[in-house]
């Protein structure tokens, strides 16, 4: 069975600072793997995804996401904070592999930018 | 192009009433899964439905149950609502045919009391 484990429920940068949110997943499947991010009182948004092909993947808002197959991780990164990034983030994979399968989220890392 | 849409916004309920969660897929979609998502934890799966018919289903009870209709909205229903049940629910909608990326609404907040 799929799942997913994000290490840290909370991070905290300072503005400028690198972005590490950390994920690491379990699937028989080749999976595929989604970074959504969540702002308050709203629905997800989706920030990139992984499915075949380039493991390092770029999204929007200058996030990228590497997926390492040997490490069985996809850590999301952005080189420099910005305030509009404080929200909470969660990692996702695909439960039955492909394109078919539904969402299984990790418990979610929320992001703190200090100024 | 419109995006999914869900109502109401808020709900307030008691304990061992029932309730129904309206969602409006964004154009052109014709899957619709639901999510609740209790506060602090990530979304957690409860179904999906593709033209009309239940595909999938997440670990929750026979007492949550759903509908699409033919323009591809969809109702989530949950019966003899427990304090538990209180969370966000979330709504998403995509293409299966077309990778399945699922756009999410803004979710609707039910409170069980």
């Known amino acids: 069975a799929q799942s997913v484990t994000q290490l840290g429920s909370h991070v905290s940068v300072s503005e400028g600072a690198l972005v590490l949110l950390r994920c690491n997943y379990s699937?028989?499947?080749?999976?595929?793997l989604f970074w959504y991010v969540q702002y308050p009182n709203q629905g997800l948004q989706l920030l990139l995804k992984?499915?075949?092909?380039?493991?390092l993947v770029k999204g929007i808002n200058g996030f990228e996401a590497e997926f390492k197959k040997s490490e069985t991780s996809f850590h999301l990164t952005k080189p420099s904070a910005h305030m509009s990034d404080a929200a909470e983030y969660f990692c996702?994979?695909?439960?039955?592999?492909?394109?078919?399968?539904?969402?299984?989220f990790g418990k979610g890392t929320k992001l703190s930018v200090k100024p | 192009e419109t995006g999914v849409t869900q109502s109401p916004t808020h709900l307030i309920k008691t304990r061992g009433q029932q309730v129904t969660l309206r969602c409006s897929s964004q154009?052109?979609?014709?899957?619709v899964s639901w999510y609740q998502q209790a506060l602090g934890q990530g979304p957690q799966f409860i179904f999906q439905?593709?033209?009309?018919?239940?595909?999938g289903r997440g670990n929750f009870p026979p007492r949550f149950s759903g509908l699409q209709f033919p323009n591809y909205s969809s109702e989530l229903n949950v019966n003899a609502l427990e304090l538990d049940d209180s969370a966000l629910y979330l709504c998403?909608?995509?293409?299966?045919?077309?990778?399945?990326?699922?756009?999410f609404g803004p979710g609707t907040r039910l409170t069980v009391l």
């Open positions: 998403a909608s995509s293409v299966v045919e077309t990778g399945n990326e699922q756009f």
């Open positions: 699937s028989s499947v080749p999976p595929y």
């Open positions: 992984y499915t075949t092909g380039a493991t």
């Open positions: 996702a994979v695909s439960d039955y592999g492909g394109s078919q399968g539904n969402l299984i």
């Open positions: 154009s052109g979609h014709n899957t």
């Open positions: 439905y593709y033209r009309e018919e239940e595909n």
